[in-house]
């Protein structure tokens, strides 16, 4: 059964990925955790690591808006569902290489929103003001 992204959302970030640089700099980081648990042999910090990135990932995941994003949400979706599944393989068999995987898939996520929210800094508001 494929997953489908919420509609209805209030907070339209009609610029794309504007709402997302600090929640793949808070994946990578609970990640970086994990990878620091895996290294200690520390079974309850990985799961407690690994939890809080599956949490990010579907935060991420319902804050796709496909109607706005178009073909890069409908791109970066099934990305999400990849990551989830790498989270669990990390989780299950204390792989440090999937991590790091993981971490390499979402550099180039984390370089583009933090361009695109440079660049929307000052930008004037496209959400719709109350009157």
Known sequence: ????????????????????????????????????????????????????????????FLGLDIGRQGAIGESIGPLYGAILGRLLQINLHNDPASAREVIRLLEPLRGVSRRQDRSTIGAPSTATQPR
């Open 1 to 60: 059964m494929a997953l489908a992204a919420p509609s209805g959302r209030q907070d339209s970030p009609a610029d794309g990925f504007r709402h997302q640089p600090s929640g793949y700099d808070d994946l990578v980081s609970a990640l970086d955790e994990a990878l620091d648990a895996i290294a200690r042999d520390d079974v309850e910090a990985r799961c407690a690591a690994i939890d809080t990135a599956s949490d990010i990932v579907t935060s991420l």
